[in-house]
């Protein structure tokens, strides 16, 4: 197989990098700044505030738990642990599904909207600091 060298990169291609890794650095500046800050200012971090935030602004103030999945891009696996932890933690609770036993609802608790309602100013300010907003 030949090495690629610079070369063989076009333009177009070279500008399609430029921008992929100028979007992979700005993504790390905002999520490290709001992890940082969600973190030192309100226990949680940027994953159980997206999940919160779901749950707080979806209208029903629950949902089935691959709607939070969705919500903190995260593997199923690693979005059930997410949720275990927010239970453990009093901020959700788990509850069945009348019209589907296999399915899990998960539901806001008020100390969850309450940290999610304290928390929502911070999130707000970073994005408008790191995003320049």
């Known amino acids: ?25 700005r993504h790390a500046t905002v999520c490290g700044a ?9 226990d949680i971090g940027v994953s159980e505030f997206e999940a919160l935030e779901r749950l707080a602004t979806g209208g029903q103030e ?7 999945t ?9 979005a059930s642990r997410l949720v ?9 609770e788990r509850a069945g599904c009348p019209e589907d036993r296999r399915a899990i ?10 940290r999610y309602l304290e928390a929502k100013p911070t ?4 994005l408008a600091a790191t995003m320049g907003g």
């Open 1 to 25: 197989m030949p090495a690629v060298s610079s070369t063989n990169v076009s333009e177009a291609e070279e500008l399609l990098l430029d921008e992929w890794h100028a979007l992979l650095a």
């Open 34 to 42: 709001l992890e940082a800050e969600l973190r030192r200012r309100h």
């Open 62 to 68: 629950k949902c089935r738990g691959v709607e939070i």
């Open 70 to 78: 969705e919500a903190v891009h995260l593997s199923q696996s690693a």
């Open 84 to 92: 275990a932890r927010m239970e453990r933690d009093g901020l959700v």
């Open 105 to 114: 609802y998960i539901a806001l608790t008020e100390a969850g909207r309450r």
């Open 123 to 126: 999130q707000r300010a970073v």
